[in-house]
């Protein structure tokens, strides 16, 4: 029996099938069967789901008939399962990579629970940033397995059917499957929960949700809203049945009236002839279901509340055309989530800019990295004067530095401290919402040398333009910019074009790469005792891109395989795109997975050789003089659909690699550090490595934070006259 069964409907998402089974069969845990239910023989989604049968025996295709549903769909496809859990993912979304890994491990340690429930990502089709909006539930339940009394407020209404994992067998048991028509989920999510007896909660996205474009299909008008109120009926006379006590029902009769009251709100979702008889409809259902003492919300909602107890359709109305009006007032209100966070952070821009308070971010809050932070580090010596704070999401509180004070990414503290802050420094770009103040300073750093195509640039390439949203919010953030930083006059040009915008260029290298210039022969033998590579061992990184066209991180090498073939004194760091970082580190035999590690920077001195295809990665690891092989075994498609500012196969910083065994031919033969990669080096190393003397860092504080002039800031050194850190076990060119 599988651990898991996937169960995928896929009507009217043909399209998009592929990208959902491909995030399933990519996963690093393969104990599943994966089970597409497809509306017939022949049809588009069908034709896909059994091109991936013959290739996989774990896919099982089934097929439903389109009038049965999607409730339908997924109890054809429950009724086929072998799987001990069962999950539910719609035709057009993705599993997060890492997804059943972290099941399983979490489902391992609380034992069988009736119901995982689990974080996920609700992502804009096009403009807009991801939202996980299960994150503050489950961040309140108990650690363990739990009773559902333990956490009442997990009433399974709020949750998408998406959003867990089911143990098959209890569903069985209790005869417990999708009702008919439309909102299914809500029905299926509250009879599950009203008969579980032990469930968990994984604080981690398993499922990555693609909002439509034209919307969810249940907020179109029709005559379908009166089902929610079937739903509602179905679970609510279930829980009386089951004598569900006050503390648990109370949570569930208030959730599901706060759907009942959203669609009543909203009078374009219901015909006019059928608004008055929703609302006295839901009336009577709010009189008979009530929980004894329960306490209504503050409020309008609660003054809702008290109108829908009372049948009061028409001061009902009244107050929906008074909503409406305030909330076109709030969206005059700068953009942070919630009326209360939106009212505070308007406070905070009303209070005076600190003139000695400096906020940093990097990589959108995964943490304390890049330049961001080597900037943040020199200030400290610097400018002591200026108080610095960094902003991380809560997931990545735990990886910060002793002694850096940070704030957590939605806060109070995060708010105000943006609104209050001088100086802002980024590699990427801050929150939509925040507002560029007078006398303010914002600095991006950048976050590497660009091959690829970025920004505005990228806006004739489809999938790419596609997951960067609006170029025209884009660019609103670029006017935000006062200062961007670049390593080199190309880096220079490209940025004009990708971020057209009134900003100063500073030409003064990256900060990250500082320590490439001022680390010992200590230090490098320390990070690599840190990343555990063998003494005397040649340590190549291996460190791919992302690609966008390809959904999850594969290593596209065998990494095994090259070792064996590169020689016995090879090993191989493995560093994965931040896209994909899981924040740990492991290592099997002769690949030690680096991808967890905060620094990419140590993880560059520690190798003795790079092996990249397209990242930045190479002009970083440029300034070290050590030997670097591209592996372009895609090139042609990574061009088409990501596109390039110029070709590298012409001017390479060193062999250019195809396919495996051309790869493990130039270490075994030593090639990748021969005189001509050493020609090849040398030129790329003055195209690219212009700016990057060591003392990058101190420019940007010198010039920024203390507001010395241009002329006083000291030159960069000449690349004849560096000197970059020793490689532990190769002597440069």
Known sequence: MPRFSIIVPSHGVAGRLSLALDSVLAQSFGDFELIPVCDAPGTPGALVATGYAERDPRVTPVHSPPSAGLAGARNTGMRAANGAYLLFLDGDDTLAPGALAALDARLTETGDVDVLYAEHERTPWWEGEPTNPAAPLLAKTPEGAFAPAEAPRVTGVQLPAWSAAYRRSFLTEHRLVFPDGHFTDIGFGGLVILHADRIAALRSVVVRHLLRRQGSRLNLPGEHHAELLDRAEQVLTRAGELDLPADRL?????????????????????????????????GKLY???????????????????????????????????????????????PRPRGLRTRMYYRRQLRRPVDPRLAVYCAYWGRGYACNPAAIHAKAAELAPHIRSVFLVEPDQVHAMPDGVDHAVIGSRRYWKVLARAKYLVNNANFAEGVVKREGSVHVQTQHGTPLKKMGVDQ??????????????????????WDFNLSSNTHSTRMWERAFPGRYEHLEYGYPRNDVFYTATA?????????????????????????????TGFATGLDLEAFCEAAGEDVVVLLRAHYFYDRGSRAGTGRIIDVTGHRSSEDVCLAADALVTDYSSIMFDYANLDRPIVVYADD???????????????AAPPGPVARTPKDLARVFRDGSYADAESAARRAEFRSRFCQFDDGRAAERVVRRVLLGEPPEAIEPVRPLAERVPAPAATLVRS
């Not at 806006?459 to 935000?480: C, E, I, N, Q």
């Not at 090139?635 to 990501?642: Q, S």
């Open 250 to 282: 109370s949570p569930l009769f208030e959730q599901l009236f706060a759907l009942v009251l959203k669609t009543a709100a909203h009078p374009a979702r219901l015909p006019g002839r059928r608004r008055r008889a929703f609302f006295l409809r839901a």
């Open 287 to 333: 009189r008979r279901h009530r929980p004894a003492g329960f306490r209504r919300p503050g409020g309008s909602l609660g003054v809702q509340h008290r109108l829908l107890a009372a049948g009061a359709y028409t001061a009902f109305r009244a107050l929906r055309g008074a909503n409406r009006k305030a909330s076109a007032l709030a969206q005059r209100v």
């Open 459 to 480: 806006s004739t390439y489809p999938v790419v333009a596609a997951a960067t949203g609006s170029f025209t919010k884009l660019l609103g953030r670029v006017d935000r």
């Open 522 to 550: 200590e230090d490098v033998a320390r990070v690599r005792r840190e990343l555990g590579v063998p003494e005397g061992k040649t340590a190549v990184l291996y460190a791919p891109t992302h690609r966008d066209y390809q």
């Open 635 to 649: 090139w042609d498609v990574y061009t088409e659909t990501r596109g390039v500012y110029f070709d590298l196969m």
